[in-house]
């Protein structure tokens, strides 16, 4: 059983940080990638940020020159910082990695989500 619990949300001024943390726990036996989606209120789930194995990252347009994904390995967590944040970002954000369970196993994971809410 794998799970991914996400931390860090809530509401912010524009112009403003926060830092999204996410660990990965249970049974792993290795992580490939982990990454950040958001799904705003009558839009589709949107990827934000992914970071692979080796290192490299993408970055939605939208968020290029503002978030900045890392990973710490030894703790199996991803972090998301968050800066010069718009009211355009508000939205549910989710933790997703793609994971194997055991050596014969591989598939993508998801937290439960956590709200940021960027708003004056």
């Known amino acids: 059983q794998v799970q991914l619990v996400e931390s860090g949300g809530g509401l912010v001024q524009p112009g403003g940080s926060l830092r999204l943390s996410c660990a990965a726990s249970?049974?792993?036996?290795?992580?490939?990638?982990m990454g950040w989606y958001r799904q705003a209120p009558g839009k589709q789930r949107e990827l934000v940020a992914r970071i692979i194995s080796g290192g490299s990252t993408n970055y939605a347009d939208s968020v290029k020159g503002r978030f900045t994904i890392s990973r710490d390995h030894a703790k199996n967590t991803v972090y998301l910082q968050m800066n010069s944040l718009k009211p355009e970002d508000t939205a549910v954000y989710y933790c997703n990695s793609n994971i194997s369970p055991s050596r014969w196993d591989r598939g993508d994971y998801w937290g439960q989500g956590t709200q940021v809410t960027v708003s004056s």
């Open positions: 249970g049974s792993i036996f290795s992580i490939y990638a």
